[in-house]
């Protein structure tokens, strides 16, 4: 077995967190400063601070749970929705060759986020990495994050931009 290697990672582990949540607070914030790119009745859409990826989101339950199961189908009908229509937002609009999707429940699976569920999105394209990480410590981000941001925002229009939070 070959060792994946992501040593940029550890400005991120060792980083000060913020305290609450995440998410909760991506909805208490105002859209751009959250990198929120949009909201439906029970979803909400943002890029990721620490991407693995230009394009790298994640979507989240605006309300405050981790128990995938025990989600009300209305609230799991409208999740799954958003997902698909997030991928089909970013193949349009990035081009990406594939996707990694992934959703971690509990610490053992690697979940950096306990309590509040929610699926990453990483775009991916052929050769998208390279000798970088390995040999020079550093990883290649081909765009800033606001850039990434302003890129995407307006294709995320179907979002319903409501501002309120369900925290």
């Not at 050769?127 to 990480?133: Q, V």
Request: aromatic letters at 8%.
């Amino acid at each position: 077995m070959s060792p994946l290697w992501a040593p940029w990672r550890m400005t991120y582990v060792e980083s000060a967190k913020e305290p609450g949540c995440i998410f909760c607070a991506a909805l208490a914030r105002g859209a751009t400063a959250a990198l929120r790119l949009g909201t439906t009745r029970h979803a909400m859409v943002v890029l990721n601070r620490y991407p693995y990826q230009s394009g790298h989101l994640m979507v989240a339950p605006r309300r405050h749970t981790a128990d995938l199961p025990g989600l009300p189908d209305d609230e799991h009908a409208d999740l799954a929705a958003t997902l698909r229509r997030t991928l089909a937002t970013l193949r349009d609009r990035l081009e990406p060759d594939g996707f990694n999707v992934g959703l971690n429940l509990g610490v053992c699976a690697g979940a950096g986020v306990l309590d509040h569920l929610h699926w990453h999105v990483v775009p991916r394209w052929t050769g998208d990495t390279n000798f970088m990480p390995v040999l020079g410590d550093v990883r290649v981000m081909p765009q800033l994050l606001g850039e990434t941001y302003a890129r995407l925002h307006p294709a995320f229009a179907w979002l319903d931009q409501a501002e309120s939070s369900v925290c």
